[in-house]
């Protein structure tokens, strides 16, 4: 079972560009979350995605976009990066709802 | 507001001796609880859940909590700590009719030899 993969593992961007990280969630799961997670700080939710849809979003702008596949992967999309999108992007997969998830390595994102 | 609290920002304990890493939430009602564990530049590993049932949970590494309803606390418990738990604890709590988890701010545990 190989978990919850991210791609890729590190990039680097510039201010006002825009970037996608995907995200596999682990064998058996159909729902997937994404946490951004700040230098010190912990993580927050940005939003979850169940049979490709939205289903709950925390308190990001609407920059911030994703998608599910009917494979249950998912990607994030961030539009018009700032400096303060730097940090590290997890997802996270789970089978039902409030059940454990489980993250990935995450996605460390550097806006220049 | 909801909310995750964890007072300690950052503790130092020595290898072997015991270790207590403090959680508290303010919810009306009992969430789903959860403990986390991250090394540096990784991703989080549960370190154990509470849902329901017995309020002495036991995880992995060695590791349980206590949920104390009383007190609005789910505290981390380690009886003899071992070089490897240096990381940054983080306790989670996701209500009931929710399905974000919500993190406290984290601990830092540095081991010393």
């Known amino acids: 079972d190989a978990g919850v993969t991210q791609s890729p593992t590190h990039l680097i961007k510039t201010r006002g560009q825009q970037v996608t990280l995907r995200c596999s969630p682990k064998?058996?799961?159909?729902?997937v979350s994404w946490y951004q997670q700040a230098l010190g700080q912990g993580p927050q939710f940005i939003f979850q995605?169940?049979?490709?849809?939205?289903?709950q979003r925390g308190n990001f702008p609407d920059r911030f976009s994703g998608h599910q596949f009917p494979n249950y992967s998912s990607e994030l999309n961030v539009n018009a990066l700032l400096l303060g999108d730097s940090a590290l992007y997890l997802c996270?997969?789970?089978?039902?709802?409030?059940?454990?998830?489980?993250f990935g390595q995450g996605t460390r994102l550097t806006v220049v | 507001a909801q909310s995750v609290t964890q007072p300690d920002i950052h503790i130092t304990v020595s290898e072997g001796a015991s270790l207590e890493l403090r959680c508290n939430y303010s919810?009306?009602?009992?969430?789903?609880l959860f403990w986390y564990v991250q090394s540096p530049g990784q991703g989080l590993q549960l370190l154990l859940k509470?849902?329901?049932?017995?309020?002495l949970v036991q995880g992995i590494k060695g590791f349980e909590a206590e949920f104390k309803r009383s007190q609005s606390s789910f505290n981390l418990r380690k009886p003899s700590v071992h070089w490897s738990d240096a990381a940054e604890y983080f306790c989670?709590?996701?209500?009931?009719?929710?399905?974000?988890?919500?993190f406290g701010a984290g601990t830092t545990v540095t081991v010393r030899a």
């Open positions: 996270a997969s789970s089978g039902t709802p409030n059940t454990e998830a489980f």
């Open positions: 064998s058996g799961h159909d729902t």
């Open positions: 995605y169940y049979e490709e849809e939205e289903r």
């Open positions: 919810y009306g009602a009992t969430p789903y």
């Open positions: 509470y849902f329901s049932g017995d309020t």
């Open positions: 989670a709590v996701v209500r009931s009719n929710d399905y974000k988890l919500s």
